[in-house]
């Protein structure tokens, strides 16, 4: 607090607030430096957590593998079985499961790291989305996932083995399955941060549902089209089933947007 001279006959002086004690102005008490040194210690946070549930899940990582690859081997032809060709592959493949599945047990922990970090450049008011950003992108996570696993991921399978015939044996290889796993699941699990995106844009005012809802048709199609181009058949009835949850995600988006953003934007 300092002391300003008031001009006039009767000099005096009256108190105001310097600058740097603006509590609500966004990274105002943060250098660069300081900003490094914030991002540095989320990340150690971070992967130690990782680490932590990465050994838990390598503990169980024979049931692990069961339960991850149950989609797979119930769509294999009979006589088909995984198959590995390198000495360390089936070795390689039991850290790559328990890393995912760590990562999923640390997923609430990361993403309150990630707010911790970025907190500090919100204003008051803002700072106050910390649990529904939390939960919201951990269910998309988890939600994707699941979506991958029981869905869409044994659909892949079961049309790869389709060309399974008595002079082709479809016997895939382990590190080329779960390969093809892994990537899908990053889709899915990005695909389903949806709802997360939406709530901030209308927080923030960006986007509102009246604006959702008048771009519903083109958000259908471009759903569709996306459908497409991911799923390796061109049957309407495949196309749905994948299109069906985005679709889903988007009315759960206008319902978020109605909730908690204004119901027009003003100028």
Same mark, same amino acid.
């Given at each position: ?156 399978? *079961?049309?790869? !083995?389709? $060309?399974?015939?008595?002079? %082709? &044996? @479809? ?5 080329? =399955? ?8 990053? *889709?899915?699990? !990005?695909? $389903?941060?949806?709802?997360? %995106? &939406? @709530? ?5 005012? =960006? ?11 083109? !958000? ?48």
């Amino acid at each position: 607090m300092s002391l300003v001279p008031f001009p006039g006959p009767h000099s005096g002086a009256y108190p105001i607030a310097p600058d740097d004690e603006d509590d609500d102005s966004p990274g105002a008490k943060m250098s660069f430096l300081e900003h490094l040194d914030e991002l540095r210690k989320r990340i150690v946070y971070s992967l130690s957590a990782v680490g932590i549930a990465l050994l838990v899940a390598f503990t169980f990582i024979t049931k692990i593998y069961d339960f991850l690859m149950a989609p797979t081997m119930k769509h294999l032809p009979a006589g088909s079985k995984l198959i590995y060709t390198e000495p360390g592959e089936a070795f390689s493949l039991y850290i790559q499961l328990s890393l995912i599945v760590g990562v999923l047990m640390a997923a609430p922990f990361i993403m309150y790291q990630l707010w911790l970090f970025i907190a500090p450049g919100l204003y008051a008011n803002e700072k106050k989305m910390a649990i529904p950003f939390v939960l919201l992108s951990t269910l998309g996570f988890v939600g994707g996932a699941a979506f991958n696993h029981y869905i869409m991921f044994p659909w892949m399978m *079961a049309f790869f !083995a389709s $060309f399974n015939t008595q002079d %082709l &044996v @479809f016997m895939p290889k382990l590190d080329s =399955v779960f390969s093809l796993y892994t990537k899908f699941l990053i *889709a899915m699990a !990005a695909v $389903f941060q949806m709802p997360t %995106l &939406v @709530f901030f844009l209308a927080k923030m005012r =960006v986007i509102t549902a009246r604006f959702l809802i008048s771009q519903f048709k083109y !958000a259908v199609l471009l759903i569709f089209i996306i459908s497409a181009v991911i799923t390796p058949t061109g049957d309407p009835v495949t196309q749905t089933v994948f299109a069906a949850p985005m679709i889903g995600l988007y009315v759960l988006g206008i319902a978020i947007a109605w909730v908690v953003g204004p119901k027009r934007l003003k100028e």
